[in-house]
């Protein structure tokens, strides 16, 4: 399956994005500049930014949901397609031992069309 | 008399297909009214074939309801790519050569960027089973050349299946029990015996030797490895043995070619393409070695035509060659201990010349009973004509 749904699901799991807590791996002054960053990001980003956030994530959700529902049509016409090849090829088969059968028909009717053509002259020679 | 259409590669196309025919197409002149399907004939292949009709297999089409049978020669390589398609769009009986045609459907399909059709036969051969794992070949995962045989798309058309051995008749019918299958011999004459001394003089062989003879593609399942490794370690113990080597590289490498040219015990005589010659190789040997593992549930001509030279051949103990008898076909277990058990073989032959006589005689009484092209063409009329009263 193009979309297998091992794939699917890994989207799945990561089609949410979140924000990030401001760590610090600096000795001491760490904690301060959490703090510092933290507190600008809600004056002058976060306002701006979770909107776009939660609209990604709604464009995430759509996006995973229209896949699963592709995948779920891809797979019904895989199998459709497999269920017609199976049933082309039992046609096929059909037709061909339909026309050998006609072949050997044909073939029969000209063997007794050419004894009757021999009887009917046999049969004029005697009236003669 | 039945008018059939035969499709198949012939002479001078290099492959043990066309030979077959050869054979087979002659003895089945006598019997139906034969026309020949092929783009590849020659001058050369319309004289050896006398009175058939040769045409070009795009003429079929128009003309197909003058026969009352096509039938397709069907083997596992790129010789039969227009066969195929023929057979799928006109199915017919169809003669299969290989069990598997794996290679050649993946060759043909994904292997030429239509993958798409490559999944269509997985399905069909396997059901949704089959396009998951086409799925997961596509992905990387390895091909099951020999797992999976691919053959239910022309099967299921095909209105017959012939094959060559009880093993492969077993695998078809197993597999496609609603298929009308039945079992063939290859047709492979008798050559006449020829003075094995002469022969040597005649082919420049040391008179005295014992030869060892491998012919046809030289592909890694024909275990050439194996053979090289045991006629090594023999030749220390018995220095008048020589490796005669014929025919044809696969395009996969083989390793011992390069080795060749350092020892002076093996001879290469390369493709044989005439089969008179290639009798006379296999007449000149002491004992030929086929082996095939894995094996595609082929049979192998060129084993056959080394029996009916009169030479006992060492086989792997794998498919149909368990049907060969075991007094001129020894078998190996491919276990790892193929050396040992080789070795073992050809001992017993180079030191017991009665034990190896009595082989000879053994190896050519069985093709004069069962492999006859005569009975071989008998046969397939026997089935057309069972085919087409709906029976079998």
Redesign the interface.
């Known amino acids: 399956?193009?979309l297998?749904t091992h794939l699917l699901a890994e989207l799945k799991n990561r089609q949410e994005i979140h924000e990030r807590s401001f760590v610090s791996g600096a000795p001491i002054i760490g904690p301060l500049i959490v703090w510092i960053r933290t507190l600008w990001n809600n004056i002058a980003t976060r306002w701006y930014v979770l909107p776009l956030v939660q609209q990604q994530n709604e464009f995430n959700r759509q996006l995973v949901a229209t896949l699963e529902d592709i995948r779920e049509h891809l797979a019904a016409l895989?199998?459709n397609?497999?269920d017609l090849?199976?049933d082309q090829?039992?046609s096929?088969?059909d037709?061909?031992?339909t026309?050998?059968?006609l072949?050997?028909l044909r073939?029969d009717i000209q063997g007794i069309e050419a004894k009757q053509a021999d009887t009917d002259i046999d049969q004029d020679e005697v009236q003669c | 008399m039945l008018r059939l259409a035969y499709f198949s590669p012939v002479p001078p196309q290099r492959t043990g297909i066309a030979d077959y025919s050869a054979d087979l197409l002659p003895q089945l002149a006598s019997l139906a009214d034969v026309t020949l399907f092929s783009d590849s004939t020659s001058q050369h292949t319309e004289s050896t074939l006398g009175d058939i009709t040769v045409r070009h297999p795009r003429e079929f089409q128009e003309s197909r309801w003058n026969y009352d049978m096509a039938l397709y020669q069907m083997g596992n390589s790129l010789h039969h790519t227009g066969i195929y398609a023929t057979a799928i769009r006109n199915p017919g009986i169809v003669v299969l050569h290989d069990y598997t045609l794996h290679h050649f459907v993946a060759s043909v399909t994904a292997g030429k960027g239509d993958f798409p059709k490559y999944l269509r036969e997985m399905t069909l051969e396997q059901g949704m089973e089959g396009a998951r794992r086409a799925w997961q070949i596509k992905n990387g995962a390895p091909t099951p050349l020999y797992d999976i045989p691919l053959t239910a798309g022309l099967i299921g058309r095909s209105v017959g299946i012939l094959v060559h051995s009880e093993y492969a008749r077993q695998l078809v019918s197993q597999r496609h029990p609603r298929s009308r299958v039945a079992q063939v011999s290859q047709p492979i004459p008798l050559p006449p015996l020829l003075d094995k001394s002469y022969l040597r003089t005649k082919l420049d062989i040391p008179r005295e030797a014992f030869v060892v003879i491998t012919c046809g593609i030289n592909t890694p399942e024909k275990r050439i490895d194996v053979v090289s490794d045991t006629l090594d370690a023999f030749r220390e113990l018995h220095p008048d043995t020589i490796w005669l080597k014929s025919g044809g590289k696969a395009a996969e490498a083989v390793p011992e070619a390069t080795t060749d040219s350092l020892r002076d015990w093996v001879i290469n005589v390369g493709y044989v393409d005439n089969l008179q010659k290639l009798s006379d190789y296999l007449m000149a040997s002491d004992v030929c070695i086929n082996l095939r593992h894995p094996t595609s549930g082929e049979t192998s001509a060129s084993c056959l035509r080394a029996l009916a030279s009169g030479t006992p051949v060492v086989v792997s103990d794998e498919g149909w060659y368990r049907e060969l008898p075991f007094d001129c076909c020894p078998r190996v277990v491919h276990n790892g201990t193929e050396t040992v058990q080789l070795e073992a073989i050809l001992d017993s032959w180079h030191s017991d010349r009665a034990l190896h006589l009595a082989a000879s005689r053994s190896a050519r009484q069985h093709m004069a009973d069962n492999f006859q092209p005569r009975n071989t063409a008998s046969a397939y009329i026997e089935f057309i004509e069972s085919v087409l009263r709906y029976e079998v």
């Open positions: 399956m193009l297998n895989e199998e397609l497999a090849d199976s090829m039992d096929a088969k037709i061909a031992e026309r050998y059968q072949i050997r073939k």
